[in-house]
């Protein structure tokens, strides 16, 4: 084993040596940077810097730590996320996780490991550096000292010293904004219960636009109108409007209100936050719920009409205007949070009954989009089938859609029967059954109302005779008179 001075003596001797290469080179470096084109001058220093450390080379290296004291640094996290897209099969250590609401595998890269990253031409090196550090503390319980593992991770970024403005100006913001788009493509949509016990669950709803069952008219409408609400941002600065857009959905129960909303949510990536007005007591407490809601989201007001008894209601047995809550008393409330603080926020209302509502919420420029969800319509029908059964075409089809044609069926009923069973065979003709029950149940009910009707007209008519007689007469005795 090597003696302590041998060590040492070769280290003086290898750090003297490495002392006067450094001299060298710099001295090279003068002289040739006329006679050698400066790509080759930049391989070989560089190669040459890399046996002698990053000190003589012209690379620079950025370090970004995961924490900016107690807050996290972002920059970290986007080059995590970004680095986890440019992963290369040299990489040999990779570390996976996912967190129990996630549905993606998070990969990132080991302790130690690099990867070479291509920028306009110009070569960048990430690598992952993870240092331990331990902190003895004495613990006043056990009376005893003790030691504490933390680990303090960073990412180093290093490429020629040359491109440090192009890499700070444009590739680093090109690596924040590759890793917004990953991330909102990663995102899980949540749903968030506002004004009952929190909540705060996945929206694992499997409603998209493709599988629901609307008017492809209004679907299509509906969706440029979101796409070109998203891409607004720079129109509702200039205007000074708040970026938000709202939605009526009405219809009768069961043709996709709620399905639609998850669809809006699963399409854009919003979060939904279910305002359950009936629990709130003061308009503090909306402003708290409110407040506690992000942007990018879609707050859902559902059954509208059923709160409209709010009109007149009032809180705390207080009779002050400050603590009445009426319904476009709580639009402008909204409105003006959103106008102060709020971006990219959708609202929605739905409602069974557009006729009930107060028409302060109807009012044109108060909604953005009435939506109808009607009750099934023929080309529903197809979408549910091709959805639920993954059939396009049966000999069913043509009376089936002559029967929807003619009664009120909603999506919700048509896809209850077709769910009854995966033989398209077996859930056609089941679904042809109780569409035929429901045009007997229609029949049926016009019939009795038509006899009704009548029963009516000849219940009236005794009475009809006698006022008619009793005109008869008082025009007779009139005539008389004169
Ligand atoms: N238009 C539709 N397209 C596809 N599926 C639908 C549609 N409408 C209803 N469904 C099916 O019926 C179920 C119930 O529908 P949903 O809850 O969206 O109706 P709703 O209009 O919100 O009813 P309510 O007025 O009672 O709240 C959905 O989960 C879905 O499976
Ligand atoms: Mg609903």
Not at 354 to 372: E, N, S, V, Y
């Amino acid at each position: 084993m090597p003696s302590t001075t041998s060590v040492l003596s070769t280290y003086t001797s290898f750090a003297a040596s490495a002392m006067l290469l450094r001299t060298v080179i710099s001295e090279v470096q003068t002289m040739t940077s006329q006679l050698i084109p400066q790509q080759l001058q930049e391989k070989f220093f560089s190669k040459l810097g890399g046996l002698l450390g990053n000190n003589f080379s012209s690379q620079i290296t950025i370090i970004i730590d995961e924490r900016n004291g107690f807050s996290i640094n972002e920059i970290y996290q986007a080059s995590e996320i970004y680095l986890s897209t440019i992963i290369t099969p040299s990489v040999k250590h990779l570390k996976v996780s996912k967190a129990p609401r996630e549905k993606n595998l998070s990969i990132t890269i080991g302790k130690g490991e690099k990867i070479i990253d291509v920028f306009e031409g110009i070569s960048l090196i990430w690598e992952f550096v993870s240092i331990e550090k331990q902190k003895s503390y004495y613990d006043y319980e056990s009376s005893l000292h003790s030691t504490e593992t933390s680990e303090q991770r960073s990412i180093h970024l290093s490429f020629h010293k040359k491109y440090r403005e192009i890499v700070l100006s444009t590739y680093l913001p090109c690596v924040v904004e590759r890793s917004k788009v990953i991330k909102e493509e990663n995102k899980v949509v949540k749903l968030h219960s506002l004004g009952n016990s929190y909540q705060d669950v996945n929206l694992d709803h499997p409603s998209t636009f493709d599988t629901l069952a609307m008017d492809p008219k209004l679907k299509k409408e509906l969706m440029d109108d979101l796409d070109r609400f998203l891409k607004r941002r720079v129109f509702y600065r200039r205007v000074g409007k708040a970026w938000k857009r709202g939605y009526l959905l009405y219809g009768p129960p069961g043709t996709g209100k709620s399905s639609l909303i998850a669809a809006m949510a699963n399409y854009l990536k919003f979060d939904i936050y279910d305002l359950e007005l009936s629990n709130l007591h003061s308009n503090t407490d909306l402003r708290g719920l409110i407040a506690s809601t992000s942007n990018r989201s879609i707050l859902v007001i559902e059954d509208i009409d059923c709160t409209i008894e709010l009109q007149d209601r009032q809180y705390g047995g207080y009779n002050q205007t400050d603590n009445q809550l009426t319904l476009s008393g709580l639009l402008n409330f909204i409105d003006g949070l959103w106008t102060s603080c709020g971006d990219e926020r959708i609202i929605v209302f739905t409602t069974n009954h557009k006729d009930r509502l107060d028409p302060a919420l109807l009012r044109p420029g108060r909604m953005d989009m009435h939506i109808h969800m009607s009750y099934c319509t023929p080309s529903g029908f197809k979408i549910l089938a091709s959805n639920y059964l993954r059939i396009e075409s049966h000999c069913l089809f043509t009376e089936i859609e002559g029967l929807i044609k003619e009664v009120e069926v909603t999506p919700a009923e048509v896809a209850e029967e077709l769910m009854k069973s995966e033989d398209p065979d077996i859930a056609l003709a089941g679904l042809v059954a109780f569409l035929q029950q429901k045009k007997q149940m229609k029949c049926s009910e016009e019939s009795k109302s038509e006899v009704e009707k009548v029963n009516e007209q000849s219940k009236q008519s005794p009475r009809k005779k006698k006022v008619k007689e009793s005109k008869r007469k008082k025009a007779r005795s009139g005539k008389s008179r004169q």
